[in-house]
């Protein structure tokens, strides 16, 4: 079979799906790559080094949606909303796709990849086990998000991260506070600790406040208690608007009192909760920052625009997406590792080989034969469950 990786064509974006290190991989899983054309040249990854480990070159974009049995993607149609239809036409009925395709956003976008009878398998939908760990693509991108956010942050800050003696005096540490600790919210706080801040931490998972204690950093404990504050997948669930009442109340000392807040709080599937309000924001101090990384899910800060730096009442709000592909060289490197561990599953004897008896699999498959497949995303929009035998049959 051959695995074909076209150029990334949102615009801005940098990454490429698979690195010249995973070929021989791949190969010797039987599978064969054919990469576009500069590809990877954003990356850092020129042709040269993937002809060098034993991939195929193709000039044409077209030529490597015919050639490929498995096309491989980051941003497939779905994620790419700008210019993600263009590849539509160049699908071959039965062909796999495996990517970012947002099969919570746009239930007439999921069709759409459905009516051109490929077999996709959404990363987005990889289930949290330990078995699946090794093919975590949110996980990746989520740690490069909650690095570059810090970063970022530190070099917006008109004031120095860390506590320093100087000829000057004393120069005292800056306070970040990181709301939300997933994957991204655990890496800000390594990386804003690494960097010298003080540094504290809110989640409404009380799972959480070890895993932040561990890093070094305060954990902030509210009155208040989330119902069923994490799905099976270990998401944060959405709750009422009277819980976030609550949780702003109380999040505002916090907020007004730090000079850094990194929001990363999202919900699967929904609008991401509004908490920093106008208010929080106009009793923070003149040249804090708020990075939002949950600008595109509507953002977590009352005041954020999607994709922009915008100046509120003195404080730098910073919207912008796609944070992954601002390190294009690791982000790629982590993507393709988790991409070829999912294909080596997947392949046995050099055949794609579906089993809907696999967890992996089963809950990751998008669209097959037509249809939309996943029962997940069927139920999230309200379409009405496929019969068992046709479902069977779509996935069989």
């Not at 539509?88 to 009925?93: H, V």
């Not at 600008?295 to 997406?321: A, F, Y």
């Not at 390190?327 to 997947?346: C, D, E, W």
Request: net charge neutral; with cysteine.
């Amino acid at each position: 079979m051959i695995v074909g990786v076209p150029r990334e064509s949102f615009p801005g974006e940098r990454r490429v799906a698979l690195v010249p290190a995973v070929v021989p991989v791949l190969a010797k899983a039987g599978l064969e790559v054919v990469v576009q054309a500069g590809a990877g040249i954003d990356a850092g990854y020129p042709d040269a080094d993937y002809v060098a480990k034993g991939a195929k070159i193709i000039a044409d974009r077209a030529e490597v949606f015919r050639a490929a049995d498995i096309i491989v993607q980051i941003l497939c149609y779905g994620s790419n909303d700008q210019t993600g239809a263009a590849d539509l036409p160049l699908f071959k009925r039965d062909q796999i796709l495996i990517g970012f395709l947002r099969p919570l956003g746009s239930v007439e976008t999921v069709q759409g990849i459905a009516s051109v009878g490929v077999t996709s398998f959404s990363v987005e939908l990889m289930p949290r086990t330990t078995r699946a760990q090794s093919m975590d693509v949110l996980s990746s991108m989520g740690t490069i998000a909650g690095y570059k956010a810090v970063v970022i942050a530190a070099d917006k800050l008109p004031r120095l991260f860390p506590m320093l003696t100087t000829a000057a005096g004393t120069i005292t540490p800056a306070r970040v506070f990181i709301i939300g600790a997933g994957v991204a919210g655990l890496q800000a706080i390594a990386t804003a600790r690494r960097l010298g801040a003080i540094t504290s931490s809110y989640d409404m998972r009380p799972a959480a406040k070890e895993q932040v204690q561990s890093l070094g950093a305060r954990f902030v404990e509210l009155p208040i208690e989330a119902k069923d504050a994490q799905d099976s997948g270990g998401y944060a669930k959405a709750q009422d608007e009277s819980f976030y009442l609550r949780q702003r109340q109380l999040l505002k000392e916090v907020v007004t009192q730090s000079d850094v807040v990194i929001t990363t709080a999202v919900i699967p599937g929904k609008t991401s909760p509004i908490l920093v309000t106008k208010e929080m924001v106009e009793g923070m101090a003149p040249g804090s920052v708020i990075v939002d990384l949950a600008s595109e899910r509507g953002g977590n800060c009352e005041l954020t625009k999607l994709g922009e730096v915008v100046v509120e009442h003195g404080v730098t709000i910073i919207g912008w997406i796609n944070l992954a592909s601002t390190v294009p060289y690791h982000a790629s490197m982590m993507y393709a590792k988790n991409i070829t561990a999912f294909l080596v599953h997947m392949i046995k004897d050099g055949k794609f080989q579906y089993s809907a008896e696999d967890q992996i699999m089963r809950e990751t498959i998008l669209t097959r034969g037509g249809e939309i497949v996943n029962p997940r995303v069927r139920e999230f929009f309200k379409l009405p469950a496929l019969a068992g035998a046709a479902q069977e049959a779509k996935q069989g």
